[in-house]
């Protein structure tokens, strides 16, 4: 189902704070045996990865370079000194992985596409060898009853591009990406009905070209910083232009986005509309912009003369209807009270004894699970929510047995899952959930060292090995439950 900008009704209705917009009825399952812990029937279990995460064979096959291969190959970049050459080995072991998807049980997978595998150069003539790559995985995919979903960009732009006009510093490589995304679509849509567009927008933008941490490693002034954000929108939505024009009718299509994650932090209706407003707010550079068609004035007045230089037909552009919306979600980012001041909220500070998980990033905070799909589908008149990630890093030392005994994250997992369900039980529509990750992977900056899986990786042998946690959620997918 698609939905494009909100009425005035809409917002008319949500500052008077009324009516939430959400059926009071539980969807649950009629095999969730009464235990109140059931999920919906269809709700689609899945794991997420990326590319560059876990494929290696970075010059196989006619692959061109990108930006994370030259990121990860400077000096001081990467904390283990590692890069992602090899990584999981997967465009090798790929039959073996689905085989561990399917031991879970799980329906349904998150895969992104490599674009220097499918353009070298970013633009011009597609290298076919690396399509091939992803019709096998999708064939294999579909053989072992797992649904495809596929991600056009996690991130790995091709090198070409950013050598030649400054990557998404140039709105030629929107188009670019448009071009690219019209290409895939053709090619995969007719196994491929869910697409999503760019992951992660917000991080892309300010880990890659405010902050220098992740490729290509730039530290951008807030003007260019603000047009880069520009450009990476307006990618998203020629993409999502792209797709509905190249793509089979019926193709269903949206971003994959980490929004700012509000929690009210005493549930009164008074905190609630203020963690509404707050959502609104704080996530107006990315999907208030994609979900409204407009930048709010709280963006633009905390942008000033900083702003992005743009077009109405960029709006309207980047606010292309959308059939789902994919979150990210890790990790609460703001706890909120209402407040008698002109934002109408305050943000609460966390105090140095927050709960947080083995990185110091993920803030232990189940309710974010709740909140996020809640204040979005209603904030934005959503029918359809993917949670695109969810997931910890652990420690994860193999015991004398030889197992991982991974509490902390089976822990993390149960909490989270349970504030989803209370979501789909009060009828927020999520449609379906990817853990992150399958398997230990190169996260980013982090190398090695930091261990997502789901499936133990030893990166000497490439064995996989089942964690706790793997157990755990092959029984939350057969029983469509939390357990
Ligand atoms: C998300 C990314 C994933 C994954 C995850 C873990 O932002 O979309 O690719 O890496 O975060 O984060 P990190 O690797 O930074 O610990």
């Known amino acids: 189902m698609s939905f494009g900008r909100l009425s005035r009704r809409h917002f008319a209705r949500l500052a008077g704070g009324a009516v939430l917009g959400l059926s009071a009825t539980p969807t649950h399952s009629a095999d969730a045996g009464g235990t109140q812990q059931g999920f919906p029937a269809g709700f689609r279990w899945g794991t997420a990865t990326s590319a560059y995460q876990i494929e290696g064979a970075v010059n196989e096959d006619g692959r061109g370079p990108a930006i994370w291969d030259r990121f990860a190959h400077m000096p001081g970049t990467i904390i283990d000194r590692s890069n992602a050459d090899v990584a999981c080995d997967h465009y090798r072991l790929y039959r073996d992985d689905i085989q561990l998807m399917k031991g879970l049980g799980a329906t349904a997978y998150r895969f992104s596409i490599a674009w220097p595998r499918v353009f070298p150069d970013g633009l011009g003539t597609p290298n076919p060898k690396g399509l091939d790559f992803y019709d096998r995985l999708i064939d294999e995919l579909l053989a072992n009853g797992i649904e495809p979903f596929a991600t056009l960009y996690h991130w790995d732009l ?6 030649q006009s400054g990557g998404w510093m140039s709105r030629d490589t929107a188009r670019a990406f448009a071009d690219y ?3 895939v679509a053709e090619r995969l849509t007719d196994r491929v009905s869910h697409v999503f567009t760019i992951n992660e927008c917000s991080r892309l933008v300010h880990l890659g070209h405010g902050l220098g941490i992740d490729a290509p490693g730039l530290k951008l002034p807030q003007a260019e910083l603000n047009q880069v954000r520009h450009n990476v929108a307006l990618g998203h939505g020629l993409s999502v232009q792209a797709i509905r024009a190249r793509g089979r009718p019926g193709t269903k299509v949206g971003p994959a986005e980490n929004l700012v994650v509000c929690v009210p932090a005493i549930d009164t209706p008074a905190n609630v509309r203020a963690a509404e407003m707050a959502t609104r707010e704080l996530n107006g550079g990315y999907l208030t912009v994609m979900l409204e068609g407009q930048y709010i004035d709280g963006f633009l007045a905390q942008a ?10 960029d709006l309207r552009i980047i606010s292309s209807p959308i059939d789902f919306l994919g979150l990210n979600i890790y ?11 002109e934002r109408g909220f305050t943000l609460a500070p966390f105090p140095a004894s927050f709960p947080h998980m083995d990185a110091d990033w993920l803030r232990f905070g189940p309710e974010a699970m709740y909140w996020a799909p809640r204040h979005a589908a209603k904030l934005w008149d959503l029918r359809s929510i993917y949670i695109t990630e969810n997931g910890t890093s652990a420690t994860d030392e193999p015991a004398a047995d030889g197992n991982v005994h991974d509490l902390d994250r089976v822990m ?7 504030q989803l369900q209370r979501a789909t039980s009060q009828g927020v529509p999520v449609a379906g959930y990817f853990l992150w990750s399958l398997i230990d992977n190169f996260e980013w900056a982090d190398g090695y ?3 997502f899986g789901i499936y133990r990786v030893d990166f000497r042998t490439q064995r ?8 755990f959620y092959r029984e939350v997918i057969k029983q469509n439950a939390v357990v």
Do not use: C, I, W
């Not at 996989?464 to 157990?471: F, G, I, V």
């Open 158 to 163: 091709p090198q070409a591009l950013q050598d």
């Open 331 to 341: 990790k609460p980012d703001h706890y909120v009270l209402a407040a008698d001041n």
């Open 464 to 471: 996989r090995t089942p964690k706790l946690s793997a157990s």
């Open 304 to 313: 000033g003369k900083d702003a992005p230089k743009y077009t109405a037909e």
């Open 412 to 418: 993390y997992l149960r909490n989270y899952l349970q």
């Open 181 to 183: 995304a019209a290409y």
């Open 449 to 451: 060292q930091k261990r």
